[in-house]
């Protein structure tokens, strides 16, 4: 071994171009030898090996994708095979205005109050002696009511009538004095101061018989006035004082005074409502038009009805309007009369009137269920030749008896309106339009209505 490392140390010591090749060749690092390719494994190696879950990943995302992509085409094809049966427009009906005659009224809501209204209170005190009506009754003017003991009475006209006999007598005395000195005075028997002494007595006994005679006229009164009467036709309240009660009279009309009962009139009756300020205006716009009368100066014949009933059958005329606005609500009081013969009516009740506002002229009627409301719009919709519905503003009047709307300006007689089916017609879209007639049930001029097609 030493003896190859010597020869293997002279080596290196060498100079020679060859050996420092082979000696630089030597220090490199030995490359690796390159392979050949190797042939496929089978199946089953392959199948074996960790790559194999992999694949079968890959081809189920394969094969989820073209299932979707199948499904995508097959419901754009059935999309476009169903494009054809699309369902027709909305039907709606529709009409044109209902044209008519009439007379545009004013509703106004107002109580009913009695023409004369009285509390029956007593005239001189006393205890009561009997009661002759029964509660609630009719009466007639004229009709004893209550009867307050008159025995006091009687006993104050006896003595008022002894007063007046009394100063009947001093009458008769001083004037047979009187004439007797007029007898003396003519023969200068009497002096011209006896003659006046006497003619002045005379005097003083024709104011005293004068006093008496009233007195007997008062008592008398009081007598007459132990018998309550009712003052007017109507019917009397309850009474409010039992017999045998001490009942405080007297004329100043202050509250001291006993409330016997009250007795309403019935026939005719008055109906009171109160018209605000812009209706107000809007029917002296009219007066000054001509188109109405004016209820001050002529009579304006209205309508009423009671809160029950849907026909205006109260036939009256308005016969006062208030002189001025009151100031808190800006209303002025009106009142009308209407007759009550049959006694239907009670003072109390509310009830309804209504106002004329025009003469008789051709108006336009649709229902009022066909107006829209946009906000403070009020719009009907109506339909073009085309189908297309069409908005137009309106402006309303007064709802008829039979709930139609008067329509004053915004469409004209020819316009086809949709009175039913407003759920279904959209501004602008196209609808299908079927013929109906104004006055006539919706379910029986209304065809029914395809069901929504599903998609």
């Known amino acids: 071994m030493q003896q190859r490392n010597r020869s293997g140390d002279h080596r290196t010591n060498d100079t020679s171009p060859r050996d420092d090749e082979e000696a630089t060749t030597d220090l490199k690092a030995p490359e690796a030898p390159a392979r050949k390719p190797e042939a496929a494994p089978p199946a089953e190696t392959r199948a074996g090996r960790p790559g194999g879950g992999l694949r079968r990943v890959l081809l189920l995302l394969v094969v989820a994708g073209a299932a979707a992509l199948l499904y995508h085409y097959w419901g754009f094809w059935k999309g476009e095979q169903g494009a054809g049966n699309a369902p027709p427009p909305p039907q709606v009906t529709v009409s044109k205005p209902l044209m008519k005659e009439m007379q545009e009224w004013s509703d106004f809501t107002g109580q009913f109050e009695a023409r004369e209204s009285v509390e029956v209170r007593p005239r001189v005190s006393g205890y009561l002696e009997s009661i002759n009506f029964s509660d609630g009754q009719l009466v007639k003017k004229g009709d004893l009511l209550f009867v307050i003991e008159p025995r006091p009475f009687e006993l104050a006209l006896e003595t008022a009538k002894a007063q007046q006999a009394q100063a009947e007598a001093q009458l008769e005395l001083a004037k047979a004095q009187l004439e007797r000195t007029a007898q003396l005075r003519k023969n200068d028997y009497a002096t011209q101061e006896t003659y006046d002494e006497r003619l002045a007595q005379v005097n003083i006994a024709t104011a005293s018989r004068d006093a008496a005679i009233a007195a007997v006229n008062q008592a008398q009164l009081n007598l007459d006035y132990t018998r309550v ?160 519905v069409v908005p137009k503003p309106v402006e309303l009047g007064p709802v008829t008896d039979d709930n139609l709307r008067v329509i004053r300006t915004g469409i004209t007689p020819d316009d086809e309106v949709i009175i039913n089916g407003l759920l279904r017609a959209r501004p602008g879209q196209k609808v299908t339009p079927v013929e109906g007639k104004i006055g006539e049930p919706a379910a029986s001029a209304q065809p029914a209505s395809p069901p929504p097609a599903s998609h």
């Open 229 to 388: 009467t009712a003052p007017v036709s109507g019917r009397v309240g309850r009474h409010e004082v039992s017999v045998g009660n001490l009942i405080m009279g007297g004329t100043s009309g202050t509250s001291t005074t006993t409330l016997l009962t009250t007795i309403v009139s019935l026939d005719p009756i008055w109906l009171s409502f109160y018209v605000s300020e812009g209706d107000g205006m809007t029917y002296k716009r009219l007066v000054q038009k001509g188109e109405v009368k004016s209820a001050r100066e002529s009579t304006v014949e209205v309508e009423g009805q009671l809160m029950d009933e849907k026909t205006w059958t109260l036939k009256g005329t308005i016969d006062f309007v208030d002189n001025q606005y009151d100031r808190n609500s800006g209303t002025i009081r009106v009142r009308a009369a209407f007759p009550n013969p049959n006694l239907f009516i009670t003072p109390g009740q509310f009830g309804r009137v209504r106002v004329p506002m025009s003469q008789l002229r051709p108006t336009m009627l649709v229902p009022d269920a066909a107006v829209v409301t946009d906000q403070s719009v009020k719009l009907l919709f109506t339909v073009a030749p085309d189908g297309t």
